[in-house]
């Protein structure tokens, strides 16, 4: 009986506990910055995951990335410009790899979505231009959105 | 002075206002430039190609201010990924350049042809060789409605690609076979190289056993285009939805954008604080008045009153009252 008095209100909380997924999404909107040009040059629009942007009381939680979209900006007066998505990890300075996407446009990646997502993590959406009228201007804003389950 | 000579005559002919004083005027160069030129006549030569190099790639004419090689094995860690791409060419790289430099100078050819190569095989060697870059063709980049994308070349670039990839001269090019294989392989060059690759093939015949044969460039390269990304890759995409969770179908039920939190789904929210916090109020949360905290955050009046309903949802959120940045 003792037993079942401590075992029945854990049952209960495990219960009550939701076992659905949750979808959610981070969104975030960066300059790439002014970049000067005389030999080749980068402007980064870094977008970092804060705990606060996560809800309270899940940060504990595994979250699963389901893809990372991007919106980019150009520097209209540099025709030579690449762009490249980087992924990083939680809290860690090297990179999980990077793909080429392309300035003023927009699209899905795939390739981090196995990979551990929290607060720390980060992408960097780094523009190169090159010649061009010095110094180069972005046309705009870099957006992110990381598109998650917990 | 022959040095000189050869110098002021790159000065004339390409035109950079910005460096001549530089060139010209630069007595430990022109020191440095006199004793070498007395003691071979050959490196005069490469030694004027090296002033190109190091004027256009680093904006410097003197090889003791000249930017180390940074090593690229971290790839486009915090630490480096900011950082210029011609900083990572090697010491050979440097070297083959140089040389580059010297015969489109000698060529008339539009110095803006080398420079927009050594940015490809700079942009290489800060990624690691190639090793911290996934090839978008690899299955992973879709647009926004789900369907799959690939890229190639276009034709004319296409067939350029196949003449260096299949002609005898890649395999005793000095330019890096690697590098060769890795930008014209379109998943990774389609998006990255604004070099044109008609001038590329002319540098890798050039500059390999068989370049003997090679007398002189084409007149076309006298002017010189970007290889504008935008036009020259060609993007298909797949006709049926191949990511399993497209960007247009996704229903969050909670979203933080640039800091502000949106509300779908309460439900989500964690059931038995929602619950007692409610319940405290002595409030029933409807639909209607989820679409009320949808649309006041969408409308952008993120100003929330202490009394309201809105405001213990974003205080279970950890908002105090007011929207915040991140």
């Not at chain 1, 389901?66 to 990083?88: A, F, H, K, R, S």
Request: aromatic residues 8%; hydrophobic residues 35%.
């Amino acid at each position: 009986m003792k037993f079942m008095k401590i075992l029945l209100p854990l049952v209960f909380v495990l219960a009550s506990a939701p076992s659905f997924a949750v979808d959610a999404a981070i969104t975030k909107t960066a300059s790439p910055g002014v970049i000067i040009v005389t030999n080749g040059g980068t402007g980064l629009a870094q977008f970092n995951i804060l705990s606060a942007n996560f809800p309270s009381g899940t940060l504990s939680k595994t979250k699963t990335l389901l893809g990372i979209d991007w919106q980019t900006t150009l520097y209209p007066n540099n025709p030579g410009e690449t762009v490249q998505l980087c992924y990083y990890r939680p809290y860690s300075s090297t990179e999980v790899g990077c793909t080429t996407i392309l300035r003023n446009s927009s699209g899905t990646v795939s390739n981090f979505n196995t990979q551990p997502f929290g607060p720390g993590a980060k992408v960097i959406i780094r523009h190169f231009a090159n010649g061009g009228p010095q110094p180069a201007y972005p046309a705009g804003q870099d957006t992110v959105t990381f598109r998650y389950s917990y | 002075m022959k040095i000189d000579d050869i110098v002021t005559a790159y000065v004339q002919n390409v035109g950079m206002p910005r460096k001549n004083e530089d060139l010209i005027n630069s007595s430990h160069k022109s020191a440095s430039v006199t004793s070498t030129a007395e003691s071979n006549q050959s490196t005069s030569v490469s030694l004027s190609g090296r002033a190109i190099m190091l004027s256009r790639l680093f904006g410097t004419q003197n090889s003791n201010t000249e930017p180390p090689v940074v090593s690229g094995v971290n790839g486009m860690d915090l630490k480096h990924i900011g950082m210029s791409p011609q900083n990572f060419l090697t010491t050979s790289d440097r070297a083959l350049l140089s040389d580059m430099y010297e015969y489109a100078q000698q060529q008339g050819a539009d110095l803006q042809n080398v420079d927009q190569l050594a940015y490809a095989l700079g942009t290489y060697r800060q990624s690691n060789d190639g090793r911290s870059m996934s090839s978008f063709n690899g299955g992973n980049s879709f647009d926004l409605e789900g369907h799959q994308l690939t890229v190639s070349f276009n034709e004319k670039d296409a067939a350029t690609a196949a003449r260096i990839l299949n002609g005898d001269a890649i395999n005793s090019t000095k330019l890096d076979q690697g590098f060769l294989r890795y930008t014209l392989d379109p998943g990774y060059g389609a998006l990255s190289n604004t070099s044109d690759f008609e001038f590329m093939e002319q540098m890798v015949i050039k500059f390999s056993d068989v370049g003997a044969k090679q007398m002189s460039l084409p007149s076309k390269f006298s002017t010189f285009s970007y290889r504008v990304i935008n036009e020259s890759a060609v993007f298909t995409a797949s006709k049926q939805i191949l990511n399993p969770n497209p960007a247009s179908t996704f229903k969050p039920q909670i979203i933080n954008d640039n800091g502000k939190w949106i509300v779908l789904d309460p439900s989500v929210l964690e059931d038995n604080l929602f619950e007692q916090a409610l319940t405290q109020q002595k409030m029933k949360l409807t639909t209607s008045q989820n679409e009320m905290i949808v649309n006041t955050l969408f409308a952008n009046d993120h100003k929330v009153s202490k009394n309201s309903q809105l405001f213990d949802v974003l205080k279970l959120l950890s908002i105090p009252g007011t929207t915040k940045k991140p």
